[in-house]
């Protein structure tokens, strides 16, 4: 079975400083996909990056990075530099090969970045 | 392209009336894909659609639920009686299968806010 763990429920930071949002996923396809959405307080879904299991190169866009881990079965997620627009829930989610395309979401982590 | 257009963005209805829902999926896009999001349950997946067949409708709640696709530009999820319960934000999202481009950013609408009292 599927399954996308984010163990922070709520995260709070001043602006300006880092903060690094986990997640770690359970799944039994070779071939696997990973994703970050950003879900701000007007309520729509933000994609915000997809990452192939084949492909554990890590990711900076921005003051956005993602470390893909295979060996810990993580894909977490850091923001440097926080500023008080990134206060949103940030949801990790799933998709393998063996699932017909069915994308399995995490509970999510609610960031509050504070001034 | 306009996104993943859903309607109505909010639905307040008296328990036990009909409430549908609709959703327009991006032009192109083979799978389509109904999810729910509560504050108990997160973001579940009640249904999806590959060209425009479902697939996997292990989701839906219960009988009171079902989805239909008529053609690759329109889906519509229909709740008949509505209960409190079902009170949530529902999202559509649509997504394209290819070699390269698998998986890739599946694509949400703005959400149903669905309100039944």
């Known amino acids: 079975a599927q399954k996308v763990t984010q163990a922070q429920t709520e995260i709070s930071v001043v602006e300006k400083e880092d903060v690094t949002l986990d997640c770690v996923y359970e799944?039994?396809?070779?071939?696997?996909?990973l994703f970050w959405y950003k879900q701000p307080p007007s309520g729509e879904l933000v994609f915000l990056i997809r990452?192939?299991?084949?492909?554990?190169q890590n990711e900076i866009s921005g003051r956005y990075s993602w470390n893909f881990q295979k060996s810990t079965s993580s894909f977490n997620f850091t923001i440097t530099a926080s500023q008080v627009v990134d206060s949103a829930v940030y949801f990790c989610?799933?998709?393998?090969?063996?699932?017909?395309?069915?994308?399995?979401f995490g509970q999510g982590t609610e960031l509050s970045v504070k001034p | 392209d306009a996104g993943v257009i859903q309607s109505p963005r909010h639905e307040v209805t008296e328990m036990g009336q009909e409430v549908t829902l609709r959703c327009k999926p991006i032009?192109?896009?083979?799978?389509l894909f109904w999810y729910r999001q509560t504050m108990m349950r997160g973001l579940e997946l009640l249904i999806y659609f590959n060209n425009n067949v479902p697939i996997d409708d292990s989701g839906m709640p219960e009988d009171r639920f079902s989805a239909k696709m008529p053609n690759a530009s329109f889906s519509t999820l229909k709740i008949q009686p509505s209960e409190p319960r079902d009170s949530a934000v529902y999202f559509c999202?649509?997504?394209?299968?290819?070699?390269?481009?698998?998986?890739?950013?599946?694509?949400f609408g703005s959400g149903t806010r669905l309100t039944v009292v």
């Open positions: 989610a799933l998709s393998g090969d063996n699932q017909g395309g069915k994308l399995i």
């Open positions: 999202a649509s997504s394209f299968d290819s070699v390269n481009e698998r998986n890739y950013g599946y694509t």
């Open positions: 799944t039994r396809d070779t071939t696997y996909y």
């Open positions: 990452r192939n299991s084949f492909d554990e």
């Open positions: 032009s192109g896009h083979d799978y």
